[in-house]
């Protein structure tokens, strides 16, 4: 049996709470406030059902796509690089490990086994310092994003308000999507520019 509601605050008799399964996809604000401090993901769908993170995340990253493309540019390239230099560091380990068990005679008189992990360990040198530094620049890019933070959380808290209006009256019936065009709307058409600190 399923049961299909907008009301949060539903009472399901024991009785017939034994025979339902209750999933609650409802949004709440301490869900969207720790999500927003623990993960850097924008966008959290399961099959269109919007969890309850995905709404402050979307403003998130909607505010930073408007205001500062360059730094939603930024971050994706710089995961994509540190990816690439994770695999090719993984790369590295198993041609050494096929060679060093390949290897028939003693390896200190292997000259092409000895310079082939002199190169790997130079290499694997080079690519552990620029994943280095590629985290320390996500962290100082991570730095910039949390200066929306606040706009995000103000936004999202709107979002629960427009959400409870129609417990006084069903002609204010809001959902995510509509926040989200005002949102965008008034991101883009804000006429003042506010210099955020960073």
């Known amino acids: 049996m399923f049961l299909c509601t907008k009301n949060q605050h539903i009472v399901i008799p024991s009785s017939i709470r034994n025979v339902l ?4 996809f409802t949004t709440t604000r301490s869900g969207l406030t720790s999500q927003a401090r623990h993960t850097n993901s924008p966008n959290v769908f399961l099959y269109g059902i919007l969890y309850h993170n995905a709404v402050f995340f979307q403003l998130l990253g909607l505010a930073i796509q408007i205001e500062k493309p360059e730094l939603e540019e930024r971050s994706s390239a710089l995961a994509r690089d540190a990816e690439s230099k994770k695999m090719e560091l993984e790369k590295l380990e198993q ?3 096929q060679q060093l068990a390949s290897s028939d005679a003693n390896l200190l008189d292997n000259t092409v086994l000895l310079d082939s992990l002199n190169k790997s360990k130079e290499n694997a040198e080079t690519i552990s310092k620029s994943i280095e530094e590629s985290e320390k620049l996500r962290m100082e890019l991570n730095e910039q994003r949390n200066a929306y933070l606040s706009l995000a959380e103000f936004a999202s808290s709107l979002y629960f308000v427009f959400s409870d209006l129609h417990q006084h009256n069903h002609m204010y019936n809001f959902n995510v999507n509509t ?3 005002i949102f965008r709307k008034v ?6 520019s506010v ?4």
């Open 21 to 24: 399964s209750e999933i609650n």
């Open 95 to 97: 041609l050494l490990l």
């Open 179 to 181: 926040i989200i065009s």
């Open 187 to 192: 991101v883009a058409e804000c006429q003042v």
């Open 195 to 198: 210099m955020v600190p960073i």
